[in-house]
């Protein structure tokens, strides 16, 4: 029997990658980093059990990140994987109400796994439960936005996983290599790390296909990249190679850079800084760029904030929008939706997300943020316009 050929176009790849492996990135380089664990690493399918020795390890990895300035998010999977164990579920795949009932069971031993290894390393740890609808409709968006900002500034590491209890289309193979992606975006992470069975991309399946080359650089994900990918993972996984470069396509399209690395190993990321083989998926810009691109570009404005000349020259300088900048509140908009900065002239100052309703908006609009609780009742955010949320026209911001 013929052994399989490698096609010429994906020889050509692979040697390109080759050729620059020298230059790969370096895990020390990354700010803001997103670490997503699988099922099928984190939990023992024989037994059902949390694999503590393999956690703590990768809780080491985690608080050295921590030490070394780094931000860092852990997206876990493991509550189904854990709570159909605890309950006595069958093998079979879980029916849906089945999956809710595991995961409600399952995700109070997974948060109580991490917050105890993390907390051995002298890290705290706070928990996270979001869907996919979280990352993508503006208000849920800029509240999880917010509140991961907040723990990654009080120096907590935010585990994330989704929330398996009332979701219901999302629980399917592969969601959270997706979420993770979106967690990357949603953050401005400029490093995306997937752990997994396999220790990177090959041209083919090499379970199945003995001739299959490792590809350790893949500068764009392109149609021939894709068709490498294989099927899904493990029973428990629910995820296989082809997620994993659907999640490459949304990170690097955020700005975030990406490495699949093997997580059979202990202290996975550390073997990841001194070189062990995996596969790096390059973004073409820095998340930032990326974020400014898209709220510039990518979404309609529902509104127009119109601002004196003070606010102008701040926006200039790199501040936020405060509400007593802000001489006149036009359009019906909601948190979370993009609106144009107009200054005393008209012209068009820049873009960005709102971070209040245009009901609230016009009520403290030229007031101090200071007296923002007074008038609407609430605590609300300090800026009508935050920063990182804003692109100013002309290249600033």
């Not at 994330?160 to 289309?169: G, K, L, P, R, Y």
């Not at 929008?321 to 200054?343: N, S």
Request: hydrophobic letters at 45%.
């Amino acid at each position: 029997m013929n052994r399989p050929t490698t096609p010429p176009s994906v020889a050509k790849t692979t040697a390109n990658a080759s050729a620059t492996a020298g230059t790969l990135p370096q895990l020390a380089a990354f700010r803001r980093i997103v670490v997503k664990v699988g099922s099928a690493l984190l939990v023992d399918s024989s037994r059902g059990t949390l694999r503590h020795a393999w956690l703590a390890a990768l809780a080491e990895d985690v608080a050295h990140l921590h030490r070394e300035g780094k931000e860092v998010m852990v997206v876990s999977s493991g509550a189904i994987a854990l709570g159909r164990n605890v309950l006595k579920l069958p093998k079979r795949p879980l029916k849906l109400e089945e999956s809710q009932a595991a995961a409600a069971v399952g995700q109070i031993a997974l948060a109580r796994a991490w917050s105890e290894a993390l907390a051995h390393e002298g890290v705290a740890a706070g928990q996270i439960l979001i869907t996919l609808g979280d990352t993508e409709e503006r208000r849920r968006y800029l509240n999880a936005r917010s509140t991961i900002a907040k723990l990654l500034e009080l120096k907590v590491v935010p585990v994330i996983n989704e929330n398996d209890t009332v979701a219901t289309s999302e629980i399917r193979y592969g969601d959270n290599d997706r979420l993770a992606a979106r967690v990357a975006g949603m953050t401005s992470a400029d490093l995306l790390v997937l752990l997994s069975d396999i220790d990177g991309l090959y041209t083919a399946p090499p379970n199945d296909d003995p001739s299959a080359e490792f590809i350790p650089l893949v500068p764009r994900i392109t149609a021939e990249i894709e068709a490498m990918a294989g099927g899904a993972g493990t029973e428990l996984s629910r995820g296989g190679m082809k997620t994993k470069i659907e999640a490459g396509k949304i990170a690097t399209t955020a700005g975030a850079h990406m490495v699949i690395a093997s997580g059979k190993v202990k202290n996975p990321l550390r073997a990841i800084e001194t070189g062990a083989r995996c596969t790096w998926f390059l973004a073409p810009a820095n998340p930032v760029a990326s974020r400014k691109r898209w709220i510039a570009g990518a979404l309609e404005p529902r509104g127009t904030l119109h601002l004196d000349a003070g606010a102008v020259a701040a926006l200039r300088r790199g501040s936020s929008l405060l509400p007593a900048g802000v001489k006149k509140v036009e359009g019906v908009f909601e948190r979370g939706d993009a609106v144009i900065l107009r200054g005393p002239d008209g012209a068009e100052i820049g873009r960005g997300l709102v971070a209040y309703d245009h009901d609230h908006a016009e009520r403290i609009k030229g007031r101090s943020s200071d007296e923002i609780v007074t008038i609407t009742g609430f605590e609300g955010r300090t800026a009508m316009v935050h920063r990182d949320d804003l692109v100013i026209a002309g290249g600033g911001g």
